[in-house]
């Protein structure tokens, strides 16, 4: 099979989908090759909630919050904490930020996405300073949206034939000799016949490492521990495997960062599995408590999400032995505060329902509560801590619960709540309050809500297991999105975008990531790797 292509793209993410878009604009010939079936075309983007980060947006402006690069570029640094060699990584974010509006944000636009009006505050820092203003800017429409507003527009390119989609199309080998990559080797897995394609130019868009099991625990950060969790969900991609990785890596690419990785620590078991350890990240309630796997109150900080998810995952995974934890509350909590990462999880954003949207926002997610709590094997109900105790137990994970420590954990929490404002002494009451200044927040959060309150049982317990996302790290390359071997020089003919270069440079983010930048470093890498293609074949 040796068709004339002028570039091999390698994923059907939206990474993939945006460099075969712009190359094709420019007349280019462009072969996608596919793992996944064609609905599943757009990739993980098309399952996100579609948040997005940029810096001095219309959004921002419109809300009056000053915001400008020097400042992004501050928190960026200080949240990183880049290593010494860590050049092209840095040179990445530096560019992000400095060109988020122009080739990024008004790029996106141009095509047709919309962006809902308030922006979201998330990653603000606890010991590491974050986002010191609001630059979460979801898609509307989810990023389901953003993912078929571009399968759109490259459908126009597909009926020219500039472009074309093979599926179920595993690469497994670069074709490499005298220092220049010149087409793939794989196979199609739905009749297990052999492919040979040849181009001048091979494009690696297949994603991260955090869809396999293995690469995870291979690569786990020793900054969370020196074992990985038992269990850990499955919030990635199931073809995420960094078999491309390791191929890169064998014809003298750089692959770098890989234990850097954007893992979550409240996943729950998806209620209708479509992969091995398929899992949903929760957005982890506010008024909620934060346990251990014995289910007394993490601690003497206690755990509260919205500040620095790095840290979550650390402090869950310090336990020394059963590395989970369990979010009590009631329903008057879950019903005003649970929230699910996702465009599955969000219909009213995914679908642009904006009256629904707002009784969502209003009068809380009463199909999402329900569902979880009916088909959910991670949520149990009680009309009395005991009973919880009780029940939590039957799942049968492995730690025994103290019931009467967390019985009274949770009462002295309570009690706090009796006292006058002046006299009370909780960080988690702290934290809310901080948070609630902020609009996007406080239509999201309680005020004051005790969890042993009659008026709003039943109470309820989630076992939250640490479920894995993005790999942070990935193939090294420069700014023109060519990889880099060992030495640092370009490899001829070899390009690398989106999550499998570490959303660029091989590791743009560092050590943690200020939310947002995931999508928006898929879309920017690869209109610089198209940029520098249609370059170099004019």
């Known amino acids: 099979m040796t068709d004339d292509y002028d570039v091999i793209v390698i994923g059907g993410g939206i990474a993939g989908i945006v460099t075969a878009l712009e190359l094709a604009e420019k007349n280019r010939k462009v072969l996608i090759l596919d793992r996944d079936e064609p609905d599943k075309f757009g990739g993980l983007a098309k399952e996100s909630f579609g948040g997005m980060f940029f810096v001095d947006s219309p959004q921002q402006r419109k809300a009056g919050i000053k915001d400008d690069a020097d400042l992004a570029w501050r928190d960026w640094q200080q949240f990183a904490e880049f290593k010494e060699d860590d050049h092209w990584p840095r040179v990445f974010a530096k560019t992000y930020i400095e060109r988020s ?223 989970y934890s369990w979010a009590v509350m009631n329903r008057k909590i879950a019903l005003k505060e649970l929230a699910i990462s996702g465009a599955e999880s969000n219909p009213a954003v995914r679908d642009k329902k904006k009256i629904s949207f707002i009784k969502t926002v209003l009068f809380g997610n009463k199909p999402l509560l329900q569902d979880m709590l009916d088909n959910c094997v991670d949520f149990v109900t009680a009309r009395s801590v005991e009973e919880l105790a009780e029940k939590m137990n039957a799942l049968g994970t492995g730690a025994d619960i103290d019931v009467a420590g967390m019985k009274a954990d949770i009462e002295a929490y309570d009690a706090q709540l009796d006292r006058p404002l002046k006299y009370r002494n909780d960080d988690q009451l702290r934290r809310i309050s901080h948070l609630r200044q902020y609009r996007g927040d406080r239509v999201r959060t309680l005020k004051e809500q005790k969890i042993l309150d009659d008026d709003a049982l039943p109470l309820i317990a989630i076992r939250q297991f640490v479920i894995s996302r993005k790999s942070l790290g990935g193939i090294q390359t420069n700014l023109e999105g060519q990889v880099m071997d060992t030495e640092g020089y370009p490899i001829e003919g070899l390009y690398a975008v989106g999550e499998a270069a570490g959303f660029g440079g091989g590791g743009m983010h560092g050590l943690r990531a200020l939310e947002g930048t995931f999508l928006g470093g898929c879309v920017l890498t690869a209109r610089y790797a198209a940029e520098a293609i249609n370059g170099d074949l004019a």
């Open 101 to 323: 509006i122009p080739d990024l944000y008004e790029a996106v636009t141009a095509r047709g996405v919309t962006y809902f009006p308030v922006v979201n505050w998330v990653e603000r820092g606890m010991y590491i300073p974050g986002n010191s203003v609001p630059r979460f800017h979801l898609v509307w429409g989810t990023g389901q949206e953003l993912a078929n507003v571009y399968i759109n527009h490259l459908s126009e390119q597909i009926k020219n034939k500039q472009v074309e989609v093979r599926f179920s199309h595993k690469v497994s080998e670069l074709e490499y000799q005298a220092g220049r990559v010149s087409g793939v080797r794989g196979a199609n897995e739905t009749n297990n016949t052999p492919f040979y394609f040849e181009a001048q130019v091979v494009v690696v868009a297949a994603g991260g490492i955090n869809g396999s099991d293995v690469k995870i625990r291979q690569h786990w950060q020793e900054e969370w521990g020196a074992s990985a969790p038992e269990t850990i969900l499955n919030g990635s991609h199931q073809y995420a495997d960094g078999m491309m990785h390791d191929e890169v890596s064998r014809i003298g690419g750089n692959v770098t960062n890989l234990d850097r990785m954007w893992n979550y620590a409240a996943g729950v078991h998806h209620p209708r599995p479509r992969k091995p350890r398929h899992g949903l990240s929760l957005v982890p309630s506010k008024s909620a408590l934060w346990m251990d796997a014995k289910g007394r109150r993490i601690g003497p900080e206690p755990l509260v999400s919205g500040y620095d998810t790095w840290e979550l995952v650390k402090r869950v995974c310090e336990q020394p032995e059963h590395k």
